[in-house]
């Protein structure tokens, strides 16, 4: 059974930085693409960060870009996302996902396995 587990969510203030983890089990984490959206109250899920495979295919959402890094240990089955000078705006439960790169894409539907979802939420 597929477990993706999330931490490191929180309160912090405009301008701070964060790390969000999750970890994987039950799944070959090598062959999987591993992505971090966001849902924020009243809104849609949207992508926020996604790696196709352990190196190469490296995407982030234009509102991140330059504020955020994705990486992956693969000897923990861990993938992160390092956010920095965080705006209010990115307040959201922020969700880990896992897919088939093989159908790799930042829309939700291209992957299988989703973790809980941690809060975080950014304060003036």
């Known amino acids: 059974q597929v477990q993706l587990v999330e931490s490191g969510g929180g309160r912090v203030q405009v301008g701070e930085s964060l790390i969000l983890t999750c970890e994987v089990s039950?799944?070959?984490?090598?062959?999987?693409?591993t992505a971090w959206f966001r849902q924020a109250s009243g809104k849609e899920r949207e992508f926020v960060a996604g790696l196709r495979w352990s190196q190469g295919r490296l995407d982030y959402s234009p509102f991140v870009k330059g504020r955020a890094t994705i990486a992956r240990d693969e000897a923990k089955n861990v993938v992160s996302l390092q956010m920095n000078s965080l705006k209010t705006e990115d307040t959201a439960v922020y969700y880990c996902a896992v897919g088939n790169p093989l159908s790799y894409s930042t829309d939700p539907a291209s992957f299988d396995a989703w973790g809980q979802g941690t809060q975080v939420t950014v304060s003036l």
């Open positions: 039950g799944r070959s984490f090598s062959r999987s693409s």
